[in-house]
Nanobody
């Protein structure tokens, strides 16, 4: 079983930045595409960003393009989400997910087999 553990969430003011991390237990992390999703209270879980196994290909939701950057360090079995210019509407629980099937389109919940427990991000106005 692959375990994913998110960290780095917290409370920030609008316009601020946070970097989320997701540490993976799998020995084959370097072969997994990875994604970030978020879910606010009463909302569906939405795609945020995804990255290929190599880190050479990325996908972003329109709502975060230009503000968020996904990256990975395969030597550390870790994927990151750098969030800049945060807005109150970014407030959500953020989840990382592992996709053993390749990046594909990147944004579908059904593309991901393993999920972390989430980390809370709150952006105040």
């Amino acid at each position: 079983q692959v375990q994913l553990v998110e960290s780095g969430g917290g409370l920030v003011q609008a316009g601020g930045s946070l970097r989320l991390s997701c540490a993976a237990s799998t020995r084959t992390f370097s072969s997994y595409a990875m994604g970030w999703f978020r879910q606010a209270p009463g909302k569906e879980r939405d795609f945020v960003a995804a990255i290929s196994y190599s880190g050479l290909s990325t996908r972003y939701a329109d709502s975060v393009k230009g503000r968020f950057t996904i990256s990975r360090d395969n030597a550390k079995n870790t994927v990151y989400l750098q969030m800049d210019s945060l807005k109150p509407e970014d407030t959500s629980v953020y989840y990382c997910a592992a996709n053993p099937y390749g990046l594909g389109q990147g944004g579908g919940l059904n593309e991901y087999k393993y999920w972390g427990q989430g980390t809370q991000v709150t952006v105040s106005s």
